[in-house]
């Protein structure tokens, strides 16, 4: 059972990049979401999706995009990366509304 | 936004020390999670606390929910090294239930627990 998988681990982009962070989970879970961790700052929610083909805006939404065409995958794309968007990215899932159940283990992103 | 503080933000003590920290919020949680999270993965769940005065108890941590549901605390007795880790709580908030999961982490607490 492998849970919640997030690819790439570790990603190092130029200003202005676009690129997408993968997530997928194999628990059949509706509700999924992706947040960002920054130091001081805790975890904020970006967007999530309640299930396929609905996704909504979190915390932190600008600069990034979202879309839910199965119940197993939540992608995240930057659209053109900026230095402000350096952090660690994680991605979570749970059967229904409520907290998160379980976490991936994150892509650490670099923007220079 | 609501806010919630936790305390201390660095913990550093000796294995068999017990310890507490508190997670602070003004607005009141339709529940409270708390979380462990280890270096290079995500947060763990360790419990989820809804009624006011609640303690729940996991080995040796014991996690209380507050009776006005405003805050909570996490207290480990005889501290082992494998404790070592950041401690995150998050509040879920009544007017969001119908929402999707949507939560408010606090910043957390690094624990060191040393041999």
């Known amino acids: 059972n492998a849970g919640v998988t997030q690819t790439p681990k570790f990603q190092v982009l130029k200003t202005g990049q676009s690129m997408t962070l993968q997530c997928a989970q194999d628990?059949?879970?509706?509700?999924m979401s992706w947040y960002r961790q920054d130091p001081g700052m805790g975890l904020r929610l970006i967007h999530y999706?309640?299930?396929?083909?609905?996704?909504d805006q979190g915390e932190v939404p600008n600069g990034y995009n979202v879309s839910r065409s199965t119940t197993e995958d939540f992608p995240l794309r930057l659209l053109s990366a900026a230095p402000s968007q350096t952090s660690v990215y994680f991605c979570?899932?749970?059967?229904?509304?409520?907290?998160?159940?379980?976490f991936g283990n994150g892509t650490r992103l670099t923007v220079t | 936004t609501q806010l919630l503080e936790q305390s201390p933000q660095f913990l550093s003590i000796q294995e068999g020390e017990n310890l507490t920290v508190y997670c602070n919020s003004s607005?009141?949680?339709?529940?409270l999670q708390w979380y462990r999270q280890e270096p290079g993965e995500g947060p763990v769940l360790l419990v989820t606390?809804?009624?006011?005065?609640e303690v729940k108890k996991l080995k040796r941590l014991t996690f209380q929910f507050g009776d006005a549901r405003k805050d909570s605390s996490l207290h480990i007795t005889a501290a082992q090294p494998g404790d070592t880790g950041l401690y995150l709580c998050?509040?879920?908030?009544?007017?969001?239930?119908?929402?999707?999961?949507?939560?408010?982490f606090g910043e957390g607490t690094q624990l060191t627990v040393n041999p």
């Open positions: 628990m059949n879970h509706e509700y």
């Open positions: 607005s009141v949680f339709s529940s």
């Open positions: 979570a899932s749970s059967y229904s509304s409520g907290p998160p159940l379980h």
């Open positions: 998050a509040g879920e908030f009544l007017n969001w239930r119908t929402s999707g999961s949507r939560l408010t």
């Open positions: 999706s309640v299930g396929a083909g609905i996704t």
């Open positions: 606390v809804v009624t006011g005065g």
